[in-house]
């Protein structure tokens, strides 16, 4: 099955300074990569979400970028705001929404 | 509009037990699936379903039974409850096709003492 690598496990940015979290894939049919944002006490709540046939995505301070060749994919945050301090996931399935493999999460935390 | 309902909150069952876990979903999706969170583990997929009557095995469904009798409900059941199913649980839907975004409870919390 897929097997999905994230790093790093704990990432500390200054409030207004960029965060990025990588993530990398094993199964080259895969096609869909979502990023979930995991408050405490929360379920996951998708983000931003990219698929196969395009490279980069942009939603106002949050990017995500792929790279099919290389099997690995990235989220991006600008501007980072303390309210952006959450645990975030990466994931990716073959045909959607369904069925997803999860990354190990990255714990985020901006100071104020 | 409720989105993805799970209940209970919070459950202590103890070795041997048995539970059903309730989830329910008001977007009319046809799938629906069953994930555990553990520390340093990410959510792994336990069962899911593609619509009522229709179930199949995640990655990890040794000591998990579902079932669908109706597009809104998929419970979770544990027939003999073991410490190693200490974890939190989350339910999820999609559209069969997964062309919309997965949406999640928010957790049911298992401690098998």
């Known amino acids: 099955g897929e097997n999905v690598e994230q790093h790093p496990s704990t990432l500390s940015v200054q409030e207004g300074d960029s965060a990025v979290i990588k993530c990398t894939y094993s199964?080259?049919?895969?096609?869909?990569f979502p990023w979930y944002k995991q408050e405490l006490g929360k379920g996951p709540q998708l983000i931003i979400d990219?698929?196969?046939?395009?490279g980069e995505k942009k939603d106002q301070r949050i990017a995500v970028t792929l790279n099919k060749t290389a099997k690995h994919f990235s989220l991006h945050i600008t501007e980072t705001q303390p309210e952006d301090s959450a645990v975030y996931f990466c994931?990716?399935?073959?045909?959607?929404?369904?069925?997803?493999?999860f990354g190990t999460g990255t714990r985020l935390t901006v100071i104020p | 509009n409720a989105g993805v309902t799970q209940t209970p909150k919070f459950q202590v069952l103890k070795t041997g037990q048995s539970m059903t876990l309730q989830c329910a979903q008001d977007?009319?999706?046809?799938?629906m699936s069953w994930y555990r969170q553990d520390p340093g583990m990410g959510l792994r997929l336990i069962h899911y379903?593609?619509?009522?009557?229709?179930?199949d095995q995640g990655e990890v469904p040794n000591g998990y039974n579902v079932s669908r009798s109706t597009t809104e409900d998929f419970p979770l059941r544990l027939l003999s409850a073991a410490p190693s199913q200490t974890s939190v649980y989350f339910c999820?839907?999609?559209?069969?096709?997964?062309?919309?975004?997965?949406?999640f409870g928010q957790g049911t919390r298992l401690t098998v003492v």
């Open positions: 977007m009319n999706h046809e799938y």
């Open positions: 994931a990716a399935s073959f045909g959607g929404a369904n069925n997803l493999f």
């Open positions: 990219i698929r196969s046939n395009v």
């Open positions: 999820a839907s999609t559209d069969r096709a997964g062309n919309t975004e997965a949406f």
């Open positions: 379903s593609v619509g009522a009557g229709i179930t």
């Open positions: 199964d080259s049919a895969s096609n869909y």
